[in-house]
């Protein structure tokens, strides 16, 4: 099976609703979340921008949105992550983000905007070969034995392995060469985003 066959087949299987993940109860936890304000279908082809609600959207969860085709990730981070993410990177691959893809305005260590520092909007597309990494916010899920004793929190793709921080930084020698990309967003007000479109409120 090719890379892409392998990438296309992985995301129809993701992506067929818009959901919340977060932190709260045991394990995961999935439920249905923003209907959808989003595009006809034939606009979404096209691929128009689409808007995600985050009036809901808890610190440690996470509502999964579809573009272009693509997962796309938006994750509220709590302040204890967001003093890990700026600490603990020894075994981050591209720390800075430098080989990494994501708009001018998140090239910082949250890859966030400075207003909504901890809310996180990353492609769940691993860049290794495609699949979508899973948010895995602490050890209480079925991938703690990947991952070491001292998580802070993160994602792991289930296909080869590969690790990602909170803000999509992959760890060191993993399949995955770079970190998850970061499409162009833009806030329409503290509880809207819209994505497909770059803005000017950084
Ligand atoms: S597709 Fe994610 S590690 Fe291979």
């Not at 709260?24 to 249905?32: D, H, R, S, Y």
């Not at 806030?187 to 809207?192: I, N, R």
Request: charged share 20%; net charge neutral.
């Amino acid at each position: 099976m090719s890379a892409d066959a392998v990438d296309n087949s992985k995301r129809r299987f993701l992506v067929s609703a818009t959901t919340v993940v977060g932190a709260v109860g045991a394990g995961f936890v999935a439920v249905p979340f923003v209907k959808s304000w989003n595009p006809s279908a034939r606009a979404l082809a096209a691929g128009a921008p689409v808007l995600a609600d985050i009036s809901k959207l808890e610190e440690g969860q996470m509502i999964t949105v579809e573009w272009r085709g693509k997962p796309v990730y938006v994750l509220k981070r709590t302040d204890d992550n967001m003093k890990d993410l700026a600490s603990d990177v020894d075994m981050l691959a591209d720390i800075n983000s430098d080989m990494s893809k994501q708009p001018e305005y998140c090239k910082n260590v949250g890859r966030s905007y400075d207003k909504h520092t901890k809310v996180s909007v990353m492609e769940g597309v691993c860049t290794h070969l495609g699949c979508a990494p899973k948010y895995v916010p602490d050890l209480n899920n079925p991938y703690a034995g990947a991952l070491g004793s001292d998580w802070k929190g993160g994602f792991f793709c289930p296909c080869h392995g590969s690790i990602y921080d909170l803000s999509g930084r992959v760890y060191k020698s993993m399949p995955a060469p770079t970190n998850l990309p970061v499409p162009p967003h833009v806030f329409k007000s503290d509880t809207v985003i819209l994505i497909g479109q770059d803005g000017s409120n950084a």
